[in-house]
């Protein structure tokens, strides 16, 4: 079994030399002139539409076709915040292991921590990478093994400001566009126009992003250019 992640990062020459490898189960290893066969099964993940990369020459339309023959669909970190308490314990683990220096949360500093990691305000774009990211820099920083409420503080503003210097308030993410199937069926999703699908991604974010109903009302409907007009 071989996993490629990522496999939209492939130049168009190595999809060629990957697509020959599926069909035909041969290819050359790197460094020799000689080809080897091999009966493997490909498991390969994206965070890309390959669909959207096939239309505009970025993927190869028939390697999609060979190897889209199964697809799941892993919701992102955001949405999964069931998995950030336990997975908090995991890296904290891993970081002991790592530098050979064990680090606890304070109970406050934890329950901060995990009430700012489960809201809407935590986008985690980058999954667990950003979650790892987030758990060295406070157990590097901790005082004495401890990580304490500044601590904590200060990470959840820099998440903030590294989550809002990405994307500006207001714009549809691709992901955003891309979940719409999922969230109001595939049925309804097709019944919509281009226009139609890309303001409800941009009430989506805006939604996603707000403290509360009133608050995402608020700046649905101030006067001027709304977010679903900025994201056209």
């Given at each position: 079994?071989?996993?490629?992640?990522e496999?939209?990062?492939?130049?168009?020459?190595?999809?060629?030399m990957l697509?020959?490898?599926?069909?035909e189960?041969?290819?050359?290893?790197?460094?020799?002139?000689v080809?080897?066969?091999?009966?493997?099964?490909l498991?390969?993940?994206?965070?890309?539409?390959?669909?959207?990369?096939v239309?505009?020459?970025?993927f190869?339309?028939d390697l999609?076709?060979?190897?889209?023959?199964?697809?799941y669909?892993l919701?992102?970190?955001?949405n999964r915040?069931?998995?950030?308490?336990?997975?908090l314990?995991?890296?904290?683990?891993?970081?002991?292991?790592?530098n050979?220096?064990?680090?606890?949360f304070?109970?406050?500093?934890q329950?901060?921590?995990?009430?700012?990691?489960?809201s809407?305000?935590?986008?985690?774009?980058?999954?667990?990478?950003?979650l790892?990211?987030a758990v060295?820099?406070m157990?590097?920083?901790?005082p004495?093994?401890?990580?304490?409420?500044?601590?904590?503080?200060?990470?959840?503003?820099?998440?903030?400001?590294?989550?809002?210097?990405?994307?500006?308030?207001g714009?549809?993410?691709?992901?955003?566009?891309?979940?719409?199937?999922?969230?109001?069926g595939?049925?309804?999703?097709?019944?919509l126009?281009?226009?139609?699908?890309?303001?409800?991604?941009?009430?989506?974010?805006?939604?996603?992003?707000?403290?509360?109903?009133?608050?995402?009302?608020r700046k649905?409907?101030?006067?001027?250019?709304?977010?679903?007009?900025?994201?056209?």
């Open positions: 079994i071989l996993f490629l992640d496999i939209g990062e492939l130049g168009l020459d190595e999809q060629a697509l020959r490898a599926v069909e189960k041969r290819f050359l290893p790197l460094g020799s002139d080809e080897v066969t091999s009966n493997f099964q498991i390969a993940g994206t965070n890309r539409s390959l669909g959207v990369d239309r505009e020459g970025r190869r339309e999609l076709a060979r190897i889209n023959l199964w697809t669909r919701p992102g970190l955001q915040p069931e998995d950030i308490a336990p997975n314990e995991f890296e904290l683990v891993k970081y002991a292991e790592k050979s220096r064990f680090v606890r304070s109970r406050e500093a329950n901060r921590f995990l009430e700012f990691a489960v809407q305000e935590a986008l985690w774009k980058g999954n667990f990478r950003d790892n990211a060295t820099r157990a590097t920083l901790s004495g093994g401890r990580i304490n409420l500044d601590i904590v503080e200060k990470e959840m503003n820099r998440l903030s400001l590294f989550w809002d210097t990405e994307s500006e308030e714009e549809a993410s691709p992901s955003e566009f891309e979940r719409l199937p999922e969230l109001i595939k049925g309804k999703f097709n019944e126009d281009l226009f139609e699908k890309i303001q409800l991604a941009g009430v989506i974010h805006v939604c996603r992003r707000s403290d509360s109903l009133a608050s995402a009302g649905l409907f101030a006067c001027g250019p709304t977010p679903m007009l900025k994201a056209v």
